[in-house]
């Protein structure tokens, strides 16, 4: 079975920092991993994914993560962050060949000025 | 774009009441996933469905059923409510298996029950 863990539960940064959101898994097989965000009062929406190929993805609003085997993580970084990246952030990863997606605990985001 | 719904934002209702949530989704997906999502837990899947009438267990099914008579809806059912299930609950749906497929979700229903 497949494990996600995010250590950050709250993540205060002043806006225009660099901010780091830390994700790690477990897994016998081959992943998926994900990252959703979650704004307030809103569902969860796809931030970015890694699938396969270059291990460095990017989210069209300037996150981007890294997919590290050895190291069996995928921490999201954002080298400036405003006020309206304020959110909840999930990392989730899937396992093979599977339908479902483990979801971490979840990291709150808080940009203040 | 993808529009999942869910029929209510907030519910409150009493215990050992039945409770019904619905969720629709407007783009044919064959999965469809009901998640409650708790403060430090994060979300835990309850059901999943990949076909009309097909369902089966997530990680918490315990206190909760699923039906799925026609393709865009999916509803989870609360037999006999209880206060530990006071929860936010979201629906989800994707357009195929594995994992390249997105989980699309619908806004939550905050479901207190007193």
């Known amino acids: 079975a497949q494990s996600v863990t995010q250590l950050d539960s709250q993540v205060p940064v002043f806006e225009e920092a660099p901010v780091e959101l830390r994700c790690n898994y477990s897994?016998?097989?081959?992943?998926?991993l994900f990252w959703y965000v979650q704004y307030p009062n809103q569902g969860l929406q796809l931030l970015l994914k890694?699938?396969?190929?270059?291990?460095l993805v990017e989210s069209i609003n300037g996150f981007e993560a890294e997919f590290n085997k050895s190291q069996t993580s995928f921490h999201l970084r954002k080298p400036s962050v405003h006020i309206s990246d304020t959110a909840e952030y999930f990392c989730a990863v899937k396992a093979g060949g599977g339908n479902k997606l483990t979801f971490g605990t979840g990291t709150q985001l808080k940009v203040e000025l | 774009d993808v529009k999942v719904t869910q029929s209510s934002r907030y519910l409150v209702k009493r215990t050992g009441e039945k409770v019904f949530l619905e969720c629709v989704q407007d783009?044919?997906?064959?999965?469809m996933f009901w998640y409650r999502q708790d403060p430090g837990l994060g979300l835990r899947l309850i059901y999943f469905s990949y076909d009309v009438k097909m369902k089966e267990k997530g990680d918490i099914p315990e206190g909760y059923s699923v039906s799925r008579e026609k393709k865009e809806r999916f509803s989870l059912i609360l037999e006999s409510a209880s206060t530990n299930q006071t929860s936010m609950y979201l629906c989800?749906?994707?357009f195929g298996s594995g994992p390249t497929y997105e989980q699309y979700f619908g806004p939550g229903t905050r479901l207190t029950v007193t």
């Open positions: 890694y699938l396969s190929g270059s291990t």
């Open positions: 783009m044919d997906h064959e999965n």
């Open positions: 989800a749906s994707s």
């Open positions: 897994s016998s097989v081959s992943v998926y």
